[in-house]
C-alpha cells in the first residue's frame, strides 16, 4: 500500500516538473539590425516577429557581441568571449579551433533537465573535430551548417559545401529560409509532447550573400535601393518561417507551452544593406549599432506582455537564464546572470549593472577592441571598429557613403542621456573615466589568448567530397 502511494507522488511530482517545464525556442537572427524588424521600423513587414514582440515583452537593452562565433559562443556557455578566445573575430572555415570543450554548453545542461534538443540552422563555433559540433556539444538533433555566410541555395562557402542533417553531408534543394522552416515542422511534429522541447533556431538570414526570392523582394517595389529592397525581403521570407514556427507549434497542441526568445547576434551591416540607424555604428563594432539587439519574449512564464523591458541584458545571461526558464538551478564560474525571474516579472533588476562589450588585447584587432557597461556610462578604449559613424536607410540608389569619423582613444558616454553615442565625455567627466578603465583593467586579467588560426589546408573541402568536414584536427 505504502509502495504503491508513494509511486502515486512520484509520479504526481514528475508529472508537476514535466508540467512545468516550457517548450523553450531560442531564435537567433543573423546580422539583423536594430532598424531593421517592424517594431522599431514600419518600413519593415514583419508581421509574426511584431506580433510575437507586441504580445510579448520587448527587450530594449538587450546586448551582443559584435559579432557571430562570440556570440553564439555567450548565448550557449554563460561565458565572455573573451574568456574563451573569441574576442578578437569569427572563426573561419578553414581554421582548426573551436571553444573550450571542457564548457558546458546550454543543451547539455538541458538534457539533464529532461528536454529534448535540437537545433536547426548556422553553428558556427568551430568543426576541425567532430567534438566540435552541435550532435557532439548537446543537440540530439542538427539540421544547418557548420560555418558561416554560405550560399543561400547552394550551400556551399569559399570551396566547400556545408549542410548537415545529423552528420550526413546533404544539399537541401531550396532556399534556406524555407528548408529551416520545413525541418521545423518536421522536429515539432514528431516531438514527444510529454517531454519539454528545447529548439535552437539560429537562422541564416539576414547575413550577406544578399540573397532572397522575388516574391519578397516585390513586397518593398517603392524602396529605391536594390540592397535595401532585398535584404528588407530577406527579413520578411525569415518573418514568414518564424510565422511558419508558430503555425506548427498550435497545429501541434504546444504553444500555449512554449516560450520563445528572439534576438539578433550582433548589429546590421551598412555595407551589406543592413541597418542600425539612429544607433551608431555597424556589425563588428562596439557602438551600441553593433552591439544593441533587436530582441523580444514571448509567451509560457511571462507575467506581463505588451510591455517593454528596459533592464540591461547581456548575451551571457541567457544560458543561465534559459535554464532558469526550464526549471534548472543556478549556474555557478560563468559570467551569465540569471535574468529569469526580472523578465517573467517583467520588472527590470539591478542584478546586470555591468559588462563587457568586448576585451582584446591581441594586435590585430578585427573588431572593436575594448569597452565596458557601467550602469548608464559606457566606456571605449581604444579601437572601436571600423564603420563608426551613423547610417541613415539609403534612400536612392546609391549604396550607402560609409564615413569612419576620427575619433577620440577614450570615448565616454551617457547613455541614458545619448543612447547614439554624440557626445564625448571623456575630459568633462574625467573621474568616471578613470573609474572605468580601472574596472575593464581588472577583467582583462581573465584574457585568454585568441583561438584564431591560420587557414590550415588539412581542411581542404576537396579531401572529403566537397564538403567541409571535421576531422583535421
Ligand atoms: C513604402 O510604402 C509603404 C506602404 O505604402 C510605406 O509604409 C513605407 O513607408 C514606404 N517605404 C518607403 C521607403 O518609401
Ligand atoms: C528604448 O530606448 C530608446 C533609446 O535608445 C528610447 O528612445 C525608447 O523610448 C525606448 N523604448 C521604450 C518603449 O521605452
Ligand atoms: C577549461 O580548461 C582550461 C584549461 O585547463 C581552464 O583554464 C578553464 O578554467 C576550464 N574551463 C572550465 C569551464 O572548466
Ligand atoms: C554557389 O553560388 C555562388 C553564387 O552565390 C557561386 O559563386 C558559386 O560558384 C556556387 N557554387 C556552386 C558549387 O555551385
Ligand atoms: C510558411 O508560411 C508561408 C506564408 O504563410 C507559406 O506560404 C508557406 O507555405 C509556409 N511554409 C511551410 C513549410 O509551412
Ligand atoms: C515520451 O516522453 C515521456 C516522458 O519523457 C516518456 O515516458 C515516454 O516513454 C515517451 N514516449 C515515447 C513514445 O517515446
Ligand atoms: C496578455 O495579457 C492579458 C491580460 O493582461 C491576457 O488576457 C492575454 O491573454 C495575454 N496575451 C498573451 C498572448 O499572453
Ligand atoms: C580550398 O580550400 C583550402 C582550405 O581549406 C585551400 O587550402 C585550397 O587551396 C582551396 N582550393 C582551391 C582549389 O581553392
Redesign the pocket.
Known amino acids: 500500500m505504502d509502495v504503491i502511494l508513494y509511486v502515486l507522488l512520484l509520479l504526481s511530482l514528475f508529472e508537476c516538473v514535466v508540467s512545468k517545464s516550457p517548450h523553450i525556442v531560442f531564435i537567433v537572427a543573423d546580422d539583423l539590425g536594430w532598424n531593421d524588424v517592424g517594431f522599431h521600423n514600419p518600413d519593415i513587414i514583419s508581421p509574426n516577429i511584431d506580433y510575437l514582440a507586441k504580445n510579448g515583452m ?1 527587450l ?2 538587450s546586448y551582443v557581441q559584435p559579432v557571430c562565433s562570440p556570440s553564439r559562443s555567450a548565448f550557449l556557455s554563460g561565458f565572455y568571449p573573451f574568456k574563451s578566445g573569441l574576442q578578437n573575430f569569427v572563426i573561419g572555415p578553414a581554421e582548426a579551433s573551436c571553444p573550450p570543450l571542457n564548457q558546458t554548453l546550454l543543451p547539455q545542461k538541458l538534457k539533464e533537465l529532461g528536454y529534448a534538443t535540437h537545433m536547426i540552422g548556422k553553428w558556427h563555433l568551430g568543426m576541425c573535430k567532430w567534438e566540435c559540433t552541435p550532435t557532439y556539444r548537446g543537440f540530439d538533433t542538427f539540421y544547418g551548417f557548420y560555418n558561416g555566410k554560405e550560399d543561400y541555395y547552394n550551400y556551399t562557402i569559399a570551396n566547400g559545401s556545408d549542410f548537415r542533417d545529423n552528420k550526413a553531408p546533404i544539399r537541401p534543394n531550396e532556399y534556406s529560409t524555407y528548408a529551416y522552416a520545413r525541418r521545423v515542422d518536421k522536429i515539432i511534429t514528431q516531438q514527444n509532447k510529454s517531454q519539454p522541447m528545447f529548439l535552437y533556431l539560429p537562422f541564416q538570414s539576414v547575413h550577406n550573400p544578399i540573397q532572397v526570392p522575388e516574391v519578397y523582394e516585390n513586397m518593398y517595389k517603392n524602396i529605391t535601393n536594390e540592397g535595401r529592397r532585398q535584404f528588407s525581403g530577406m527579413v520578411t521570407a525569415m518573418d514568414d518561417a518564424i510565422g511558419n514556427l508558430t503555425d506548427s507549434l498550435k497545429r501541434n497542441g504546444m504553444f500555449e507551452d512554449t516560450l520563445i526568445i528572439f534576438t539578433s547576434d550582433n548589429g546590421g551591416w551598412p555595407i551589406f544593406s543592413g541597418n542600425n540607424y ?2 551608431r555604428g555597424s556589425k563588428a563594432t562596439v557602438y ?1 549599432g553593433g552591439t ?1 539587439a533587436s530582441a523580444f519574449v514571448y509567451g509560457l512564464g511571462l507575467q506581463k506582455n505588451n510591455t ?1 523591458f ?1 533592464g540591461m541584458i547581456h548575451a551571457v545571461d541567457w544560458m543561465p537564464t534559459i535554464l532558469s526558464a526550464a526549471g534548472g538551478g543556478q549556474v555557478s564560474g560563468i559570467d551569465g546572470l540569471n535574468m529569469w525571474p526580472s523578465i517573467s516579472e517583467g520588472v527590470p533588476s539591478s542584478l546586470r549593472s555591468e559588462f563587457i562589450y568586448n576585451l582584446d588585447d591581441s594586435p590585430v584587432p578585427y573588431m572593436g577592441r575594448a569597452a565596458i557597461r557601467m550602469g548608464d556610462y559606457k566606456l571605449i578604449e581604444g579601437f572601436a571598429g571600423k564603420w563608426n559613424g551613423w547610417y541613415p536607410v539609403p534612400d536612392t540608389a546609391e549604396d550607402v557613403t560609409i564615413n569612419e569619423p576620427k575619433v577620440d582613444y577614450y570615448q565616454l558616454y551617457n ?1 541614458r542621456d545619448d ?2 553615442e554624440h557626445n564625448n565625455l571623456h575630459t568633462k567627466e574625467h573621474g568616471m573615466l578613470e573609474k572605468m578603465r580601472e574596472r575593464l583593467q581588472e577583467y582583462r586579467k581573465y584574457i585568454v589568448p585568441p583561438l584564431n588560426r591560420k587557414p590550415d589546408p588539412a581542411s581542404n573541402p576537396n579531401k572529403y567530397n566537397g564538403y567541409w568536414t571535421p576531422g583535421w584536427c
Open positions: 520587448i530594449n537593452n539612429p544607433l551600441e544593441r517593454v528596459d547613455l543612447p547614439n
